[in-house]
C-alpha cells in the first residue's frame, strides 16, 4: 500500500530566504518514512504543513507528536494527559503495558508521576505512551531520539516497525542512522524542497549519497 504526501507549500512573510514547497510525492508505504535534513533544512515545518492539511479535512488525519514538548505535554500527568485528549476514562491496564514497553519500572506508579519531574528522556517516552495509547492510523514523530539511550531506542524501533506491521503510516522526523537505515523510504530535504525521495536501501547504496548533507548521525 502505498503512501501519498500531497503538496505541501509554507510561506514566510519575514523577507526570510526560506520557503517550504514540495511536490507531491508517491512512496512504497512499505515501513515507515524517514525524513532527513540539516538544521533549518524544514523537517519540522514539513511534519507542521502535512498535519496542518489534514486537519483542515484532506482524507486521513496525521497526529503530530512535536520535537518540543511543551508544545504537547499540557496536562500534569500522562493519566490526566490522555483524559483530558480522550474525554473519557482510560483504560489502565493498556497504558501501564504501554510504559512497560517504553522501559520504565514501576509502571503503575508513573500513572500520577508528574512530567514537570522527569527527565527530557523521560518526558520523551512518555510522550510516545501516549501517541501509542492513542493509536492513530497516521502519525509523524519529530526526533523522538532525543534525550532517549540507544537501548531504549532500539525498544522504540520495534514498536514502530508493529505499527507498519498493523497497516498504520508512520513518518520519523530523525537525524540518526538507525532510524534511516530501517525506514522503507527516506525524503531528503535541503532548504525547505525535496532533494531526493525513494526506497531506503537503492538511496543508502548510492556512492553520491552523502550522510552529512542532510545531517545524518552515525553514533
Known amino acids: 500500500m502505498s503512501l501519498i504526501i500531497p503538496a505541501l507549500k509554507k510561506l514566510y512573510s519575514d523577507n526570510s530566504d526560506f520557503n517550504l514547497d514540495s511536490d507531491e510525492l508517491t512512496l512504497s508505504g512499505e515501513g515507515y518514512t524517514c525524513i532527513i535534513g540539516k538544521n533549518g533544512s524544514g523537517k519540522s515545518t514539513f511534519g507542521e504543513a502535512l498535519a496542518a492539511l489534514s486537519v483542515a479535512g484532506i482524507e486521513d488525519k496525521w497526529y503530530y507528536l512535536p520535537q518540543h514538548l511543551d508544545r504537547f505535554l499540557f496536562a500534569e500527568n500522562v493519566r490526566d494527559q490522555l483524559s483530558a485528549l480522550l474525554s473519557q476514562q482510560i483504560e489502565e491496564a ?38 501509542f495509547y492513542l493509536d492513530p492510523t497516521h502519525l509523524i514523530l519529530d526526533e523522538p531520539e532525543i534525550g532517549v539511550t540507544a537501548k531504549e531506542n532500539m525498544v522504540l524501533l520495534s514498536k514502530l516497525h508493529n505499527l507498519t506491521a498493523r497497516n498504520a503510516k508512520l513518518i520519523v522526523i530523525s537525524h540518526n542512522y538507525e532510524f534511516m537505515r530501517q525506514s522503507s523510504d527516506i525524503i531528503c530535504l535541503i532548504n525547505g524542497k525535496i532533494a531526493k525521495a525513494g526506497r531506503t536501501q537503492e538511496l543508502i547504496s548510492d556512492p553520491l549519497f552523502k550522510l552529512d548533507e542532510y545531517g545524518v548521525r552515525i553514533n
Do not use: D, H, T
Not at 112 to 123: D, T
Open 94 to 131: 493498556k497504558l501501564v503495558s504501554l510504559i512497560e514497553e517504553l522501559g520504565f519500572s514501576n509502571a503503575a506508579g508513573m500513572l500520577e508521576f508528574p512530567f514537570l519531574l522527569m527527565s527530557g528522556g523521560e518526558r520523551r517516552r512518555m510522550a510516545l505512551v501516549c501517541v
